[in-house]
C-alpha cells in the first residue's frame, strides 16, 4: 500500500492541479493578511471559506482522480498486489497531497506573518486540522461514490449533489425542523443533527473557539454540558475520525468485490 | 496450469458467463476468440482477479485464486487499452512496475528491441498510440512468468513491432510458457496460435488446434472457418 | 503623615484635613500649619497585647473625639466594635481583627471617623440582618481605606451616611450561593461618596447601590461576584469610570436609575445564560462611552431604556455586542468599534428609533470608491439570524453556516423581518482609535 501511496502521491504533487491547489490557498492566505492586517479577522474569513471550499475540492478533486486513473488502476489490478492497498494507496495519494497543499498554502503566509507570535496560533490550528478532516472525509466520500458508479457523469453528478447537500441543504432542513418543532425540547436533536454532517462538525469545533460567549447564551442543560467544557471538542474530534473511518472502510469493503 | 470450472458471471442483467469450464493443462499458445461481447475479456480479467465471478471455481497450480493476490505474481499481462498515468515518465513507469513487482526483469533488450531509448524521459501522456503500446508490451514481458496474458496485443503496431513481437511470443513459447491471447487479427492468430479458444455466449464452444477447425467447419482459411461457427451457429 | 491624619481638632479642621488627602500635595503646607496648631490637643493611644490598652473597645472608650487609635500588629477577637466619636483607627502592620462569626465588627455611627489598614476577618452570617465588616450609619465625613476583609458576610455598608470615601480596599469573599452571601461594598441612601480603587471579589454583588445620589466609582477592579460586579437600583446622577468588570455570574446591572455616566470601563468575560457586560433596565439619559466589552455572551442587554448616548465603545468578540428588548427610544450609537461579535445587534421588534450612525462594523463588506473613509453603502447591523437564534434559541448552532450566510444575504437585500430603517448610513472604513 505504501508504494501506491508513494506513486499517487508523487503522480498528483506533479500534477498542474495540485498546484492550482496550493497556489490558490497561498494567495487566498497572502491576500487576507495583507487586506485585513489582522490575524484573527483573516482566521474568521478563512473558516468561513474552508467548511464550505475545501469539502467541494476534496469531492471533485477525489472523484476526478479517480475516473482519470481508472487504466492505472487497471494496471495496478493485475499486478500481485491486494486490492484493497491498490484503492486506500490512492485514496491516501490525493488526500495527502490535498491536505500538504492546505497546509502549506495557508500555512506558509501566515508564518510569514507572524502566526507564531500571535495568538490566534490554536485557532488557525484548529482551521488547519479541521480543514485536513474534511479533506479526508470528502475525498474518500467521493471515493465511495466513484467506485459505485462506472458511469463518470452520473459520479460526478452525484458528488456535486453530495456536496451540495452537506453545504447548505442540511442547514437548511436542520433550521427549518428546528423552528416547526419549536415547541419541543430541542438541544439534544440540534446537537445530534449537527453531528450527522461532518461540516456541521467541523464547524462546531471552530464555534467553540470562535464563539463560545453567544453559545453560552443558551439555557439548555446539554448545551452547557457540550459547549461549556472539553465534551464538545471531544465528541466532536471523536465524530470527525469516524467520519473519516467510516468511509476508508466502505471503500476497502467494496473494492474488494468490485469487477473491473 | 489453470483449470476453471463452471464460471458463471453477469453484469447487471447482462450474463456473460455461463457455466464455462476450461482446462489449460500444458504449455503453449492459446487464443481466445469470440465474437464482441462473447466473454472474452471477462474470462481473462476472472482469471486476473479483476472480475469476481458469481459463481464457480479458478483454481491455478491447484490453487483457488479467489481472496488470493499472491499467484499474480505468476503472471505477466498486457492490457487491452494501454493507457497509463500520464504524469509518469516512460522510464518512471518502468521503474514503478520493478519496484512493485521485485522481480529480476531484462527492460533494457526490449527497450532496444523496440527503440524505445529516445521516449524514456518523456511523460506517457505525450506518447503516441503505437508508441504506448510498444512500452506496454515491454512491460508484459520484461518479467519472467510462467503465464501471459496478452489482450489485443497488436492494436497500433508497425509491421516491424509486430514482428518483434511475433518473435517475442515464440521465444517465450520456447521457454516453456503458457501464453493466452486475444486478437481479431485471424492472420497473426493464425500464425502464432497453437489451440484455438472459442467462446460463444458464455461458454467454451470449441476448443482445439487450428487444424481441427478447419476439419470441424470445413473451410480452408482460420478466417472463414470462425466466420462460419458464427454462422452456424446462428442458423441452428 | 499618618499622625497628621488624626491631628484635626474640630469638625471644621478635619474636613479642610480630608480635603488634603484628596489633594495630598496640596495640603502640605496646611499639614504643616496643623501639626504646629493643634498638635498639643489630639493623642494617639497605642494598642498591643502588651500596651496599656489591649482591646480595640477599651481604647474607643478612653478615647477623646479627634484622638488616634494606634492598632498594632497582633490578632483582636472582638465584634460589635461601636466607634460613636469621631476618631482614627489606623493599623500598623495589617493588625487581624477576628469577629469569629459572631456578627457585625465595626459600626460608625459618629461623623469624622477613618478607619485605616486593618484586616478583618469572619463577619458572621445571619439570615435576619446584614452584619458587616464595616458599617457606617448616618454618618459624614468617614474614610474607610487601606483594608482588607476576608471571610465575610457583607464587607463595607454604608447606611444613610453621605460625604465619605471608601478608598483601596480589598475585599476577597469566598460566596457560594446568593442567598446566603453578601454584597462587599453596598451604599443605601448615601450621597456624594467616593468609591476609588478598590478591590472586589468573590461576593454577592462587588458594589451595590439603592438610593444613592452623586456617587463616584472609579478605578475599582470587581471580578468574580456571583451576581453583578456593579448594581445600581433607584439610584441617580452616579458616575463609574476606569473600572474593570470580569468574570462575574452577569456582569453591571443598572436598573431604574437616571443620568448615570459609565466611561472607559472595562467588562470582560461575562458568561453565562443571563450573562451580559452591562444590563440596561428603565435607564433614562444614560453615557456610556469609551468603554470595552470583550467577550461577554451579551456586550450591553438594553431594556426600555431611553434618550442613551452609546459613543466610543469597543465590542470585541461579544456573543451579542448589543441586544435590544422592549421600548427603547432616541438612543444613539455612533463612533463605536464593532469587532468580531457572532451577532453585532439583535432587536426583537420591527419598530426601530434608535440612531446607528458612523460606527466600524467588522462585518461590513462595503467599499468606498470616494475615500472620503466611510463607505459607500449603508451597514444593516441586524441579521436574520439573531431575529431567528431570539425566536428558536437552539439555531444557535448553525452559526455560521453557509445556509444562515445565505438567508442573512437575502434579508440584507431585501428586509424583511428585521426593522428596514434600522442601517448605519456611514459606515466607517477604519475603526475608531
Redesign the interface.
Known amino acids: 500500500m505504501l508504494k501506491i501511496l508513494k506513486y499517487s502521491f508523487y503522480d498528483l504533487i506533479r500534477s498542474r492541479w495540485s498546484y492550482v491547489y496550493f497556489l490558490f490557498y497561498l494567495i487566498l492566505g497572502f491576500v487576507l493578511l495583507f487586506l485585513n492586517n489582522d490575524v484573527s479577522k483573516a482566521v474568521i474569513t478563512l473558516m468561513n471559506i474552508i467548511i464550505v471550499l475545501v469539502p467541494l475540492i476534496g469531492t471533485i478533486f477525489g472523484i476526478m482522480y479517480y475516473y482519470n486513473s481508472k487504466e492505472f488502476t487497471e494496471l495496478l489490478l493485475a499486478q500481485p498486489i491486494k486490492r484493497s492497498s491498490i484503492f486506500l494507496g490512492q485514496y491516501l495519494g490525493v488526500a495527502g497531497s490535498l491536505t500538504m497543499s492546505l497546509v502549506l498554502g495557508l500555512g506558509i503566509p501566515f508564518v510569514l506573518y507572524g502566526l507564531f507570535k500571535s495568538d490566534a496560533i490554536f485557532d488557525f490550528s484548529l482551521l488547519l486540522v479541521t480543514g485536513a478532516f474534511l479533506t479526508m472525509i470528502f475525498t474518500a466520500l467521493s471515493f465511495n461514490i466513484a467506485i459505485s458508479n462506472e458511469n463518470k457523469i452520473k459520479g460526478f453528478g452525484y458528488a456535486v449533489l453530495l456536496w451540495l447537500f452537506m453545504a447548505v441543504i442540511y442547514d437548511g432542513l436542520f433550521l427549518m425542523s428546528l423552528i416547526i418543532f419549536k415547541e419541543y425540547p430541542l438541544d439534544t436533536f440540534s446537537l445530534a443533527a449537527t453531528m450527522f454532517n461532518p461540516i456541521d462538525l467541523s464547524r462546531t469545533l471552530i464555534l467553540l473557539k470562535l464563539d463560545i460567549s453567544a453559545l453560552l447564551g443558551y439555557t439548555g442543560a446539554v448545551f452547557k454540558q457540550f459547549f461549556g467544557t472539553d465534551q464538545g471538542l471531544i465528541i466532536s474530534l471523536l465524530m470527525l475520525i469516524l467520519w473519516t473511518v467510516f468511509p476508508i472502510w466502505r471503500l476497502s469493503y467494496k473494492s474488494k468485490r468490485q469487477d473491473f | 496450469m489453470i483449470q476453471i470450472e463452471n464460471l458463471h458471471k453477469k453484469f447487471g442483467k447482462n450474463e456473460v458467463l455461463l457455466g464455462l469450464d476450461l482446462n489449460i493443462e500444458k504449455d503453449g499458445i492459446f487464443a481466445v476468440l469470440g465474437p464482441n461481447g462473447s466473454g472474452k475479456t471477462t474470462l481473462i480479467k476472472s482469471i486476473l482477479g479483476m472480475v469476481i465471478p458469481n459463481q464457480g471455481t479458478i483454481l491455478m497450480d491447484g490453487i483457488a485464486i479467489k481472496k488470493n493476490w499472491k499467484y499474480r505474481q505468476q503472471i505477466d499481462y498486457l492490457p487491452q487499452i494501454a493507457n497509463f498515468p500520464g504524469n509518469l515518465k516512460v522510464k518512471e513507469l518502468i521503474r514503478m512496475i520493478k519496484d512493485l513487482r521485485q522481480m529480476p526483469s531484462e527492460e533494457e533488450r526490449l527497450i532496444a528491441l523496440f527503440k524505445l531509448e529516445p521516449f524514456l524521459d518523456k511523460k506517457l501522456s505525450t506518447l503516441s498510440g503505437g508508441t504506448k503500446q510498444k512500452v506496454n508490451i515491454v512491460l508484459a514481458f520484461m518479467f519472467d512468468c510462467p503465464l501471459l496474458i496478452l489482450d489485443e496485443p497488436t492494436t497500433g503496431l508497425d509491421p516491424a513491432s509486430l514482428i518483434h513481437l511475433k518473435e517475442l511470443i515464440q521465444n517465450e513459447k520456447k521457454n516453456g510458457k503458457t501464453i493466452l491471447i486475444t486478437s481479431h487479427i485471424m492472420q497473426f492468430v493464425a500464425e502464432v496460435a497453437d489451440t484455438i479458444v472459442y467462446l460463444l455466449e458464455g461458454k467454451i464452444y470449441f476448443k482445439g488446434s487450428i487444424d481441427e477447425l478447419m476439419t470441424k467447419t470445413q473451410q480452408t482459411n482460420l478466417e472463414h472457418a470462425i466466420a462460419a461457427i458464427a454462422t452456424t451457429h446462428d442458423n441452428a | 503623615m499618618y499622625e497628621n491624619i488624626a491631628l484635626g481638632k474640630s469638625k471644621f479642621q478635619y474636613q479642610i484635613f480630608y480635603f488634603s488627602i484628596m489633594h495630598y500635595t496640596q495640603s502640605l503646607l496646611a499639614a504643616i500649619y496643623f501639626i504646629i496648631g493643634t498638635s498639643l490637643y489630639a493623642n494617639t493611644i497605642p494598642i498591643c497585647s502588651s500596651c496599656k490598652v489591649t482591646s480595640i473597645k477599651k481604647g474607643i472608650e478612653i478615647a477623646k473625639d479627634f484622638d488616634t487609635l494606634l492598632i498594632k500588629k497582633g490578632v483582636y477577637k472582638e465584634f460589635n466594635i461601636l466607634i460613636d466619636k469621631p476618631l482614627t483607627l489606623l493599623g500598623e502592620n495589617f493588625p487581624v481583627i477576628d469577629g469569629e462569626d459572631q456578627g457585625e465588627i465595626i459600626r460608625i455611627v459618629s461623623d469624622n471617623v477613618t478607619v485605616d489598614g486593618l484586616f478583618i476577618i469572619n463577619v458572621g452570617t445571619s439570615y435576619t440582618s446584614d452584619y458587616a465588616a464595616i458599617r457606617v450609619v448616618r454618618s459624614e465625613h468617614f474614610l474607610i481605606q487601606n483594608v482588607v476583609l476576608e471571610k465575610l458576610f457583607f464587607g463595607i455598608y454604608l447606611e444613610k451616611s453621605n460625604n465619605g470615601k471608601v478608598y483601596h480596599n480589598k475585599i476577597i469573599g469566598d460566596a457560594k450561593d446568593e442567598y446566603n452571601s453578601g454584597n462587599g461594598i453596598q451604599l443605601w441612601y448615601s450621597k456624594n461618596v467616593e468609591v476609588d480603587r478598590n478591590i472586589v471579589q468573590g461576593t454577592r454583588d462587588g458594589i451595590y447601590l439603592e438610593f444613592s445620589d452623586h456617587i463616584t466609582i472609579n478605578n475599582n477592579i470587581s471580578t468574580k461576584n456571583l451576581r453583578y460586579g456593579l448594581h445600581f437600583m433607584f439610584s441617580n446622577d452616579d458616575v463609574y469610570t476606569n473600572n474593570t468588570f470580569e468574570n462575574n455570574g452577569a456582569g453591571v446591572a443598572v436598573m431604574f436609575s437616571k443620568r448615570i455616566l459609565m466611561k472607559n470601563n472595562t467588562f470582560k468575560k461575562n458568561?453565562?445564560?443571563t450573562?451580559f457586560g452591562i444590563l440596561l433596565k428603565e435607564i433614562n439619559d444614560a453615557e456610556i462611552i469609551g468603554n470595552t466589552f470583550e467577550?461577554?455572551?451579551?456586550g450591553i442587554n438594553v431594556e426600555g431604556s431611553n434618550r442613551i448616548k452609546y459613543n466610543n465603545n469597543n465590542f470585541i468578540?461579544?456573543?451579542?455586542a448589543v441586544k435590544i428588548l422592549g421600548a427603547c427610544y432616541e438612543n444613539t450609537f455612533s463612533n463605536n468599534n464593532f469587532l468580531?461579535n457572532?451577532?453585532d445587534l439583535s432587536y426583537n421588534s420591527k419598530l426601530n428609533d434608535n440612531v446607528f450612525d458612523s460606527n466600524y462594523w467588522?462585518d461590513y463588506a462595503g467599499y468606498d470608491l470616494d475615500k472620503n473613509g466611510i463607505g459607500d453603502i449603508p451597514y444593516r447591523p441586524v441579521k436574520l439570524f439573531s431575529y431567528?437564534v431570539n425566536?428558536?434559541?437552539?439555531?444557535?448552532?448553525?452559526?455560521?453556516?453557509?445556509?444562515?450566510?445565505?438567508i442573512d444575504f437575502s434579508e440584507k437585500v431585501s428586509p424583511v423581518f428585521t426593522p428596514d430603517n434600522l442601517l448605519d448610513a456611514n459606515p466607517l472604513m477604519k475603526q475608531v482609535k
Do not use: A, C, Q, Y
Request: proline letters at 3%; a neutral charge.
Open positions: 458568561w453565562g445564560t450573562s467577550e461577554n455572551t451579551i468578540r461579544n456573543g451579542w468580531h457572532s451577532f467588522s431567528i425566536k428558536t434559541p437552539e439555531t444557535i448552532v448553525l452559526l455560521r453556516s453557509l445556509f444562515m450566510d445565505i
